[in-house]
């Protein structure tokens, strides 16, 4: 069934009876071509990609909870492309321009805003920085603006620039960059998957790997063991976890990041803000609340809860920023577990285990990401060589030294 606004007219003129259920729900086969380890959304997007670009329809997507029910229906839906480095930004440039026609490839409502980022400068060492990050995104076909402090208040006159103790000097722009509503993403990529074959098994979890002499056979889970030629693991923060059942150690920590939904207000935030004086980000949803987030809690944890004084620390941020927040009463808020990697880039990337793949350090930035790293994951799948764009997210960077460290933090998981 294709979703229009036709379908959408018909079905109330009839009482809504003609509406399928949005995937299937099938029992495991014995075997398959390829197993995705998580339905979040790199691995629903992985399937998408694989079934729909690679042409290949034997595909089982293994979920331990419900699709969505992971990081990519917890996080602040907010996607860029506004990188520096070289391993990174033609990534990130490629996800946006999928994420420009997700909703026409995947026909789903995923409410795509492109409403704009701005990340604030307070120093003018920090202006320098942007203007270089700003060049380096043009150099690779992004877009990217640098305001000064005047342009900056006729856009945002609700920001501090009173009083503010790290007075906002400019900001650096990237008006393709918005929101996306997380979880629709997710739904989105698993119709069109099981629409182009792909079997979407839920409350399956891997338990397992099934190991010999080197070459993976499949895997263990509650629902017995399935046998798959390929296996790929796209687990987020439960990266550990599984490639553990493997034997390997990565090079990734789990951390918890928090994030926060005001009431709802009216609406006053035209676009995505970062502060730079601080780490707090903040948009505003359809629904109008305010959706923000900074810090992870910094010690490594599988919970999906933050502790007060990161709340404290965020809260702080936002009112430094636009002492207005203040005044908001904070609506929800909750945790997600995130893989955290050595240099705060991820990994897409064979393993040394014959037939068994890995996706994962996506650290707090991986939603965005989520199109590119299914295309790139499922290319990889596919050709068993990297895509032209992810070339530099190997795992054995961190043995040749070959870090790609966005922020300068060096090798410090919980500083990027
Ligand atoms: C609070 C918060 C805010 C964030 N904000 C942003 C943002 O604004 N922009 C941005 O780009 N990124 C953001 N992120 C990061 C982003 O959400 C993640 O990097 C990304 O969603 C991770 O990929 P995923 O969607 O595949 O993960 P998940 O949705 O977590 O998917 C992994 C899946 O694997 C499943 N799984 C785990 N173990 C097993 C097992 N043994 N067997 C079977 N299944 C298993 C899990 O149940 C889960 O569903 C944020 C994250 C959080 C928590």
Redesign the pocket.
């Known amino acids: 069934m294709r979703y229009s606004g036709f379908r959408v007219i018909k079905e109330a003129l009839t009482g809504h009876k003609g509406w399928k259920p949005v995937w299937r729900e099938p029992e495991p086969k014995s075997h398959y071509d390829v197993i995705i ?7 629903l997007a992985t399937a998408h990609y694989l079934s729909k670009v690679y042409g290949q329809r034997n595909v089982a997507v ?4 419900w ?13 860029r492309s506004n990188y520096l480095l070289d391993g990174n930004e033609p990534f990130y440039e490629f996800s946006l321009k999928l994420w420009e026609g997700l909703e026409q490839d995947v026909n789903y409502n995923a409410m795509m805003s492109q409403r704009g980022i701005i990340n604030l400068f307070h120093t003018d060492g920090q202006r320098d920085a942007y203007i270089r990050r700003g060049n380096a995104m043009i150099l690779n076909g992004a877009d990217a603006e640098l305001l000064d402090a005047d342009q900056v208040r006729a856009e945002h006159p609700y920001l501090n620039f009173e009083d503010a103790r790290f007075p906002i000097k400019g900001g650096l722009v990237q008006r393709r960059a918005g929101t996306a509503r ?1 979880d629709a993403v ?1 739904w989105g990529y698993a119709r069109s998957a099981d629409l182009h074959g792909v079997d979407i098994i839920q409350n ?4 397992g790997l099934r190991i010999e002499n080197g070459t993976c056979l499949g895997v263990e ?1 509650s629902k017995g063991f399935i046998g798959a030629s390929k296996v790929g693991c ?5 990266s550990g ?2 490639m553990g059942m493997a034997g390997m150690r990565l090079p990734i920590e789990s951390h918890v ?3 926060f939904v005001s009431e709802g207000l009216k609406p006053v935030l035209p676009s995505v803000i970062t502060f730079g004086a601080g780490h707090f ?1 903040v948009s505003q949803s359809d629904k109008g609340g305010l959706v923000f ?1 900074g810090d992870i809690d910094g010690y490594n944890t599988y919970a999906q809860r933050g502790n007060l004084p990161v709340v404290e620390d965020v809260c702080e941020g936002g009112m430094a920023l636009m002492p207005m927040i203040g005044r908001a009463r904070l609506l929800r808020m ?6 955290m990697s050595m240099d705060g880039s991820p990994i897409i990337d064979r393993t040394p285990v014959q037939g068994l793949y890995f996706n994962g350090g ?9 199109p590119a ?1 299914g295309y790139c994951f499922a290319h990889l799948l596919a050709k068993d060589e990297p895509h032209p764009v992810a070339t530099a997210y190997r795992l054995d960077r961190f043995r040749t030294g070959r870090m790609i460290d966005e922020k300068g933090a060096g090798n410090q998981p919980n500083l990027h």
């Open positions: 380890i998580g339905g979040g959304g790199h691995g293994v979920e331990k909870g699709i969505g029910g992971g990081n990519v229906g917890r996080n602040t839906t907010i996607v997380h997710a399956c979890e891997v338990t889970t796209a687990v987020a923060g439960n976890r599984v990041l928090q994030a980000y987030g909750w945790g997600g577990v995130m893989d996506w650290c707090y930035g991986g939603f965005k990401a989520t790293s």
